[in-house]
């Protein structure tokens, strides 16, 4: 069997938004499905549009989530010379021409075609003039004007295009440099590309590439379209929707495990399993279970699974994940202590940055308090049992959630209140907020002595009327 050679190639003019992850995700799963060749390369012939920092931000956003290339990057405006030596062979094979059409004519015969009803398309006054080379010269490629171009799709089945329907399309501006159909053909035949994997918006792009490949009398690879990403307005995936960008969804503290089960699911199925591992992933991907109906894209799902590798993951991993995300802390918190820490919020968060915000109260004083909860719970009748508590708290030989259970339970049976009652100031004293962990954990992981300090700071606000 051939050696299968996937690619992703990204323009850097602007982050890796999620429809070229996804992307880009495909096409690393069928590499690695198959234990064959994943390549990057970077699209920059775009001059204008084009920065250094967004080709960092894409080697970045892949980095994170695990997708490592095994040849790139490659830079297409590194690769200039080949793209001229390949023009010449179109050239010298009279499969395309020189062409000195300003542009302003261009624009006036397209305008005219468009007002007579026609499709705006070159209407071939070069195509036979045998134009030499000249410094305002471009190179057109000779399209055959009869018969139908098709393929195979590899999602969507069989599909055709009239050729009559293609125009002499650009391979080469004035400038030198080669335009985007021609480029990736030139890439693809270079890097022993077999199989194309991209979005359904490039199946125009397909014939053109098809017949180019024809001309130069090299087979083309496999071709795959996959469905696009919509919103859940059925409309195409953009900021409007939310974040779009991977760094963006890094950022608003979620897992780059949690973002390849998502994308990777986001059209594509095994069976009825929703969470995968990475091994998972490259043992049963095929283009076989992609769907060819677009993929609708849900946070709240993303969430979800985000929410599942919080608590998959040891206490300690989750621990470095989180540490960036204490922007509030003036220095790095002892892994151990945040360990201990994050298996009380691994369930009740959905996002690092939610978790971080609910960690606070373990690094930093509570108050001030929340006014609600402090008008509910922190009143002058709740100051004896926050006294007995400390009291109590002060004498217990070992503090642990088996003796704090017996603390408020023996309380509880002396005083004759709930334990709701007895706990929910408590609550609010140590952490702000009526809504928290397990209170018996908060304490074990406080300890002892800023337990007791917690405690007499809301006994003190509340002698002092709640000021």
Avoid at 169 to 175: F, N, P, T
Avoid at 313 to 319: G, M, S
Avoid at 323 to 347: C, M, N
Avoid at 413 to 438: F, I
Wanted: glycine share 6%.
């Amino acid at each position: 069997m051939t050696e299968v050679r996937t690619r992703f190639s990204p323009s850097p003019t602007g982050a890796l938004h999620l429809g070229g992850a996804h992307t880009a995700l495909f096409n690393w799963l069928i590499a690695r499905h198959y234990r064959g060749t994943f390549i990057l390369r970077i699209e920059d012939t775009d001059k204008e549009r084009s920065k250094a920092q967004f080709v960092t931000e894409i080697l970045d956003a892949m980095t994170w989530l695990g997708l490592d290339w095994d040849e790139g990057p490659y830079r297409q405006s590194e690769r200039l010379p080949i793209y001229h030596e390949y023009i010449q062979r179109l050239v010298e094979r009279d499969a395309a021409y020189y062409c000195n059409c300003p542009p302003q004519d261009l624009e006036a015969r397209r305008k005219a075609a468009l007002a007579r009803g026609e499709k705006p398309k070159y209407d071939g006054h070069c195509r036979d003039l045998k134009l030499p080379a000249g410094p305002n010269t471009a190179v057109r490629f000779k399209t055959p004007q009869t018969g139908v171009t098709h393929w195979d799709d590899q999602i969507k089945g069989p599909i055709a295009f009239d050729n009559q329907e293609l125009d002499d399309l650009v391979v080469q501006r004035a400038d030198g440099i080669p335009t985007y159909n021609f480029a990736v053909v030139v890439d693809d035949i270079t890097m022993g590309v077999t199989q194309v994997i991209r979005g359904e918006d490039h199946i125009p792009n397909t014939p053109r590439q098809l017949v180019i490949y024809e001309a130069l009398g090299i087979a083309p690879p496999l071709f795959a379209h996959m469905p696009l990403m919509l919103g859940k307005d059925r409309a195409k995936l953009s900021k409007r929707h939310g974040a779009v960008s991977v760094t963006a969804y890094r950022e608003q503290g979620y897992l780059p495990q949690a973002l390849v089960n998502y994308l990777a699911r986001l059209g594509w199925s095994h069976g009825d399993q929703e969470i995968f591992s990475r091994d998972e992933l490259i043992k049963y991907f095929s283009l076989d279970h992609v769907t060819t109906s677009p993929g609708v894209f849900d946070e709240e799902k993303l969430q979800w699974l985000n929410s599942h590798y919080f608590k998959e993951l040891p206490p300690l991993e989750l621990a470095r994940e989180l540490t960036p995300f204490l922007h509030y802390l003036s220095e790095a918190p002892d892994q151990e202590y945040l360990g201990r820490v994050v298996t009380t919020l691994s369930a009740r968060s959905k996002t690092l940055v939610e978790m971080a915000e609910a960690a606070r109260f373990y690094f930093q004083d509570p108050r001030p308090y929340d006014a609600k909860a402090t008008q509910k719970f922190l009143t002058p009748t709740a100051v004896p049992n926050i006294r007995e508590i400390a009291a109590r708290l002060t004498q217990l030989p070992e503090v642990n959630e088996a003796a704090l259970s017996q603390l408020f339970a023996d309380l509880g049976q002396a005083t004759g209140l709930k334990m709701v009652n007895l706990a929910q100031p408590v609550r609010v004293a140590l952490t702000g907020k009526t809504a928290s962990p397990g209170l018996f954990e908060i304490i074990n992981i406080l300890g002892r002595d800023e337990t007791l300090r917690r405690l007499e700071n809301a006994i003190e606000f509340v002698e002092r009327g709640g000021a």
